[in-house]
């Protein structure tokens, strides 16, 4: 804003990080975002953004964005080389085809992307489903959330939040499990900590001690793994103190004799020996949780990413069935916070393997007819593979072709030499990108995609608000949008895709699913976001879940029976320290936008965090570099000194390629939902060795 040329212009849009949605005005210049401000009167941010929101913009302009294709002309071990549009395209449609056609329709898969659009989405697995004939098509809910969209629909009937944000100013006492939102999710973190200092209360469960960690009322800091047995101690004090609220058990609820069942397994005692979490502070949370009027739970890849994810959900769920706080006017219900801007809406919009738009299961004919009907071409009938399967497959030699649309997976998913083995033994490689990633340096076809500032559409934040995104700025040099990517290789396939602009793509997916049937940019752009379920153009969506009924077959919420079971990995002799990997608040995921911005000055690299008592035990200092090591590899990095992590824990986030933590993560995952499991990893840690 120091240019003092005029503003060309100002975009209203939707913030393309994390999944609090924040409304943001993008102001341009010359061609360029010169500045982004919070929108005033917006009902998710009301004024406020966060530091990545407000000011990593920068990388949309960066000397190394993808600006033309790129095609490895002579096989795997020739260069990428600049080529048109039409001979990228030409010819990654000719190997598809190829494959496809000698190896069946099940030889190709396709990884859409939480950073796209609803409408990208859309049409992902329409080209995946009517082009290519395959169900194998996934997106990064497998890595974080796949757990929320299980055991939600599982207790509730819909894989989302129950209440909207809103709520959080009415709350009376806040349960934070697994989640630190003042780095995450920054706005929501803010809003949390102003509730509290207001006089609400705060139980958190998490192994580190977050910046919540430090205001609760009780901080529950169980080992990594053990979330199922802490909250089954938590309702099992619940009912033992006559906290639990018995006539909405009765009223709404089903599966009570079988939890008091598992329940008797898991007295404060014994949750103390699984958890290291002292009986009295067990207690003092249930009651602190338990007493309160209007009481809201928050949770986030702390409790997902884990070997039993889904029970952890459940276990997490019970709680707010225990205390009637959910389906009521005066609970704040249960609110997943998602990591990428629109992780919601990537499934939302059907890119899963096994459901179809608007959580249709694959298996059920009425809903494969459904969407044959409007696409023109057969649903395949098999459910398809998850992306951890497609890796399994790609090795085993039973995957040709992966394409992969702004994902990167290298950076992103566990066990990277996997990743690496599974990229290696695919015929084809196929990635749409923003920067040349560290999975697109191995693609064969790498097509340049445009930013969140260079698109139209829509993105479906954490509460189930669906809300436009605007474009403020062309993409750079030739770079499309996903959107015309997919229509271009679509076409290249010999198949329309229909849908020919975005607004187009929704009411498509309007027309197919249900749950979104009065969705619509027209609708958008007049009334502002909407929440869905919205069936029709004239509801106005519900944004407090299951008021007078629960969505599962019986009505009822479905309190579930989970004994704690243990996570894939323990410490040893040989790996004596859990890993906990995570995020910061500079940063947001491979760093690939916010390394590229100002935002790496607050940053600038990764470090290790280590207890001081087993940092002296070891000889290290602040800053020192140490080789943390596990089953699949080694990294060295810097160590930082800090209790923000219990003794015997380590913690490390993802940001930098040259601290890529997912060397060292395992292919432990949630046995319901195959997410992974990034929260424990059994590490050995050292001094680095000299040189
Ligand atoms: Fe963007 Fe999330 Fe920050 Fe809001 S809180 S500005 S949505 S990164």
């Not at 790129?70 to 598809?96: H, I, K, Q, Y």
């Not at 969209?149 to 009937?157: C, I, M, V």
């Not at 409790?303 to 994810?309: F, L, Q, S």
Request: charged share 20%; glycine share 10%; aromatic share 6%.
């Amino acid at each position: 804003l120091l240019d003092p040329s005029p503003l060309a212009g100002t975009t209203r849009t939707t913030c393309g990080y994390c999944g609090v949605g924040c409304s943001l005005d993008v102001h341009v210049r010359g061609g360029s975002v010169a500045a982004v401000t919070p929108v005033h009167g917006a009902p998710v941010n009301r004024g406020h953004a966060c530091v990545k929101g407000r000011f990593a913009h920068g990388y949309t302009r960066a000397r190394d964005r993808l600006t033309v294709p790129l095609l490895r002309r002579g096989g795997r071990d020739a260069p990428l080389e600049e080529a048109s549009w039409e001979e990228a395209v030409g010819f990654a449609a000719g190997r598809l085809a190829a494959i496809r056609a000698a190896r069946g329709p099940d030889a190709v898969a396709v990884i859409s992307s939480a950073r796209a659009t609803n409408e990208e989405n859309y049409l992902a697995q329409k080209y995946a489903r009517a082009v290519l004939g395959t169900n194998s098509v996934d997106n990064c809910s497998r890595l974080c959330h796949a757990p929320s969209a299980s055991g939600l629909t599982a207790a509730f009937g819909l894989a989302g939040g129950t209440n909207p944000f809103d709520d959080l100013d009415r709350a009376d006492c806040f349960l934070v499990a697994g989640a630190n939102p003042t780095e995450a999710h920054p706005v929501v973190g803010a809003r949390i900590k102003q509730r509290v200092l207001a006089g609400a209360g705060l139980v958190v469960a998490d192994p580190r001690r977050t910046d919540l960690a430090d205001l609760a009322d009780v901080h529950l800091r169980g080992r990594p793994g053990s979330n199922v047995a802490v909250f089954n101690g938590i309702a099992h004090v619940l009912l033992a103190e006559g906290l639990a609220d018995e006539a909405f058990l009765a009223e709404r609820a089903s599966g009570l004799a079988e939890l008091r069942e598992v329940l008797r397994d898991h007295p404060p005692e014994r949750v103390a020996r699984l958890s290291g979490i002292a009986p009295g502070d067990l207690a003092r949370a249930a009651r602190r949780f338990g007493s309160a009027e209007r009481p809201a739970i928050l949770y986030g890849l702390g409790v997902t990413e884990h070997r039993h994810g889904t029970d952890g959900v459940r276990t997490l769920a019970n709680l707010a069935v225990l205390t009637g706080s959910v389906g009521t006017e005066g609970g704040c219900g249960v609110l997943p916070l998602r990591g990428q801007n629109n992780v919601q809406g990537a499934s939302d919009m059907g890119a899963l393997p096994d459901h179809l738009p608007g959580y249709q299961p694959v298996a059920e004919p009425a809903a494969r007819e459904r969407c044959a009907a409007v696409w023109g071409a057969p649903v395949p009938e098999r459910p398809g593979l998850r992306i951890p399967e497609m890796f399994d497959a790609a090795v085993a030699g039973r995957l040709g072709a992966l394409h992969v649309i702004g994902e990167d997976i290298m950076r992103s998913d566990p066990d990277s030499g996997h990743v690496r083995a599974a990229l290696a033994a695919c015929e084809l490689v196929v990635c749409q990108d923003v920067f040349l990633s560290g999975t697109a340096e191995l693609a064969d076809v790498v097509l340049p995609a445009a930013s969140f500032l260079e698109k139209d559409g829509t993105f479906t934040n954490f509460e189930r608000r669906v809300q436009r995104v605007r474009p403020a700025v062309a993409p750079p040099g030739q770079a499309r949008s996903d959107f015309a990517i997919l229509h271009l290789l679509a076409g290249a396939l010999g198949a329309d895709l229909g849908c020919p602009s975005p607004a187009d793509a929704l009411a498509e997916c309007a027309a197919v699913a249900p749950l979104f049937g009065g969705l619509s940019h027209a609708r958008l752009d007049r009334d502002g976001p909407l929440h869905w379920p919205c069936r029709g153009a004239g509801e106005r969506g519900e944004a407090v879940l299951y008021l007078d009924r629960f969505a599962t077959p019986d009505g009822r919420a479905a309190l579930a029976a989970r004994p704690y079971l243990p996570p894939g990995e323990q410490p040893d002799g040989a790996y004596p320290f859990v890993l906990v990997t995570g995020r910061r608040l500079a940063h947001y995921n491979t760093g690939s936008m916010t390394r590229r911005t100002a935002n790496a000055e607050l940053l600038s690299a990764e470090t290790l965090d280590v207890h001081p008592a087993d940092a002296d035990r070891l000889g290290i200092a602040d800053g020192d570099r140490v080789e943390v090591a596990s089953r699949r590899g080694a990294i060295v990095l810097a160590a930082r000194r800090t209790d923000e992590v219990a003794p015997g824990e380590l913690f490390t986030a993802f940001h930098f390629p040259d601290a890529p933590a997912n060397v060292l993560t395992s292919g432990f995952a949630d046995t319901v939902t195959g997410c992974p499991e990034y929260k424990v990893s059994a590490v050995a840690l050292r001094p680095a060795p000299e040189g």
